[in-house]
């Protein structure tokens, strides 16, 4: 057993003792998302990748509807009926557990009361979305022991449903769709209007994703989040005067925005939208040239994507501004760019192997420089979705 996880199981051992009978462990990645930010909401494309971080749940079923919930992270236990699950700002990260399970139920489920310890080594609220890593273990263990038989894009909605109506943040499907649906060295290219799929291919030769942590809080970003969409909404409203059928706005083309931009009255309107149009056209552009082995390309698109975000849709801010811009100029690095929501959290870059340890000092020196703190570096693989590993854990 990996040594984290002889100290889960200690932590675990604590908190549910009457040994190993009916222990089991199932583990939901992170992700980072490879290009396509602020897309999903807007139907458009994104292409996240699940990581090789995650969150283990260790859980054993309970018949007596009781719901205990635990973290190696977190000091705080919370104990609840599993009938009487309601949002509860005091329970903390124990919310998104409850919320997964009040999202089964809702969709028809009879879920079970559990013993669940939380043991986890993604960054918390670092962008790399730890809430849906939280949520698709829960799921994906709850469907496991009750049967339940639900596709992985099933559990990934209802995660989605968790966030948008149990904790009440509005997020889009992507998080929730790479953490339940990833496939060790792939990327998923995911249309967020029809939730199709395809798997691109990340075996990319000598090159490596370094995951760089601003280590700045996203205090604002709830509140930027829904700003960003309800601007995304009012120039979408814009051209339907003129569009009817448009549905979303990333369906805009990029030769028709050259025509159809002054219909947005609104010029802060106009450059979000500007920026859904450009970035999906870059998706496409982005899987092209994966294919195609073009990685030098692809940083490239990484990098317009960024200032894209930085310029256009305005959610990087200075300290993953001062990151994008000293990996760009960094030994072995082909391309960088701010992932996740913004306003903090993380980059994502490509690197070539041997110059990781150049790449790293030089970001760490120029950031520290910049902004006074030091970065945090994650050299991750990508790796397979939610799933149960309890043979692999427990053998
Ligand atoms: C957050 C949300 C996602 C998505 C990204 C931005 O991670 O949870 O749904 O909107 O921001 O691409």
Request: net charge negative; charged share 25%.
């Amino acid at each position: 057993m990996r040594d984290e996880l002889v100290e889960a199981f200690a932590a675990w051992r604590a908190f549910s003792p009457g040994g190993d009978e009916g222990v089991r462990v199932f583990f939901a990645p992170g992700r980072v998302n490879l290009i396509g930010e602020h897309l999903d909401y807007n139907g458009g494309q994104v292409m996240p990748a699940a990581l090789d971080l995650g969150t283990w749940a260790i859980v054993r079923m309970r018949d007596d509807g009781v719901l205990r919930i635990a973290s190696t992270a977190f000091g705080e236990r919370v104990t609840c009926q599993i009938d009487k699950l309601h949002y509860d700002a005091a329970d903390d990260y124990a919310n998104y557990p409850k919320g997964a399970i009040w999202a089964l139920m809702t969709h028809g489920v009879k879920a079970k009361g559990m013993d669940l310890l939380f043991h986890g080594n993604l960054p918390n609220r670092a962008g790399l979305s730890s809430s849906a890593s939280v949520e698709l273990a829960t799921l994906v263990a709850q469907n496991h022991l009750c049967q339940a038989n639900l596709g992985l894009a099933d559990l990934a909605r209802l995660g989605q449903r968790t966030e948008n109506e149990f904790v009440g943040v509005n997020s889009g499907i992507m998080d929730q769709f790479a953490v339940a649906m990833g496939r060790e060295n792939n990327a998923i290219l995911l249309d967020c209007d029809t939730l199709q799929y395809e798997l691109v291919s990340m075996d990319i030769g000598n090159y490596q994703l370094v995951i760089t942590n601003t280590n700045k809080s996203r205090g604002l970003m709830d509140s930027k989040y829904n700003e960003r969409r309800a601007e995304c909404e009012a120039a979408l409203a814009d051209l339907r005067k003129m569009h009817p059928s448009l549905r979303h706005l990333a369906h805009v083309q990029v030769e028709e925005w050259e025509d159809w931009q002054s219909e947005v009255t609104n010029p802060v309107a106009k450059r979000r939208a500007r920026h859904v149009v450009t970035e999906n056209h870059r998706v496409t552009l982005a899987a092209q040239a994966l294919r195609a082995g073009q990685i030098g390309l692809f940083g490239e698109l990484m990098r317009q994507s960024h200032e894209s975000l930085r310029d256009d849709f305005e959610v990087t801010g200075r300290e993953l501004d001062a990151l994008a811009m000293a990996a760009w100029s960094a030994p072995g690095c082909v391309g960088s760019r701010m992932t996740g929501a913004g306003f903090g959290g993380c980059t994502v870059s490509l690197v070539e192997n041997e110059s990781i340890p150049a790449f790293q000092e030089e970001v760490s020196r120029w950031y520290h420089d910049e902004i006074g703190i030091a970065p945090s570096f994650y050299v991750t693989g990508i790796g397979n979705g939610a799933r149960e590993v309890t043979q692999e854990v427990l053998d």
